[in-house]
T-cell receptor, first 115, second 111 residues
Framework: ETGVTQSPTHLIKTRGQQVTLRCSSQ?????VSWYQQALGQGPQFIFQ???????GRGNFPPRFSGLQFPNYSSELNVNALELDDSALYLC??????????????FGAGSRLTVL | ELKVEQNPLFLSMQEGKNYTIYCNYS?????LYWYRQDPGKSLESLFV?????AVKQEGRLMASLDTKARLSTLHITAAVHDLSATYFC???????????FGSGTKLNVKP
């Protein structure tokens, strides 16, 4: 069973640029979520996708957008990068509809630095 | 907005000692999760607590949930250096599928 994989692992951008981060969900999972983790903080929910549709969004502006593909892989796009966007971006997958816990399986993250 | 608070934020302890990390949350929730994060690594699921009074144990770690007090605890027994990491609690509203994380407790166990 493969876990959640993310790419790239590290990247550096300048203010105003755009970035795309990618995620492959764990096999058998149908839901993907994205979280932003600033240094020394807990992860903050960005949004979640289920069946290729956005299914919940946190307090992030519209320049944060995403996609989920039929194979349950996902992308996070951030336009007009700002310095405060520097963070670790975590992708997490889960199985929606599981009547019990909704345990998230996290990837290793993509560390974005905006200069 | 649901808020999750952990304390302490930093914990330095000697091997062999016991300690408890506390997690308070602001509104009703019936599901509480504990995760561990090693430096530069992702989050690893430790415990899932699904009901009031739930208690889970794995090795030297034991987690409990009191939904009436909106409080979860993570108890460390006879700490060892390998437990050094940052521990997060998280809450999700039933069927909302959006996790709210605490700020984390950075644990350093000194040999």
């Amino acid at each position: 069973e493969t876990g959640v994989t993310q790419s790239p692992t590290h990247l550096i951008k300048t203010r105003g640029q755009q970035v795309t981060l990618r995620c492959s969900s764990q096999s058998g999972h149908n839901t993907v979520s994205w979280y932003q983790q600033a240094l020394g903080q807990g992860p903050q929910f960005i949004f979640q996708y289920y069946r290729e549709e956005e299914n919940g969004r946190g307090n992030f502006p519209p320049r944060f957008s995403g996609l989920q593909f039929p194979n349950y892989s996902s992308e996070l796009n951030v336009n007009a990068l700002e310095l405060d966007d520097s963070a670790l971006y975590l992708c997490a997958s889960s199985l929606w509809g599981d009547s019990g816990a909704n345990v998230l399986t996290f990837g290793a993250g993509s560390r974005l630095t905006v200069l | 907005e649901l808020k999750v608070e952990q304390n302490p934020l930093f914990l330095s302890m000697q091997e062999g000692k016991n300690y408890t990390i506390y997690c308070n949350y602001s509104t009703t929730s019936d599901r509480l999760y504990w995760y561990r994060q090693d430096p530069g690594k992702s989050l690893e699921s430790l415990f899932v607590l699904l009901s009031n009074g739930a208690v889970k144990q794995e090795g030297r770690l034991m987690a409990s949930l009191d939904t009436k007090a909106r409080l979860s605890t993570l108890h460390i027994t006879a700490a060892v250096h390998d437990l050094s990491a940052t521990y997060f609690c998280a809450v999700d509203r039933h069927n909302f599928n959006k996790f709210y994380f605490g700020s984390g407790t950075k644990l350093n166990v000194k040999p």
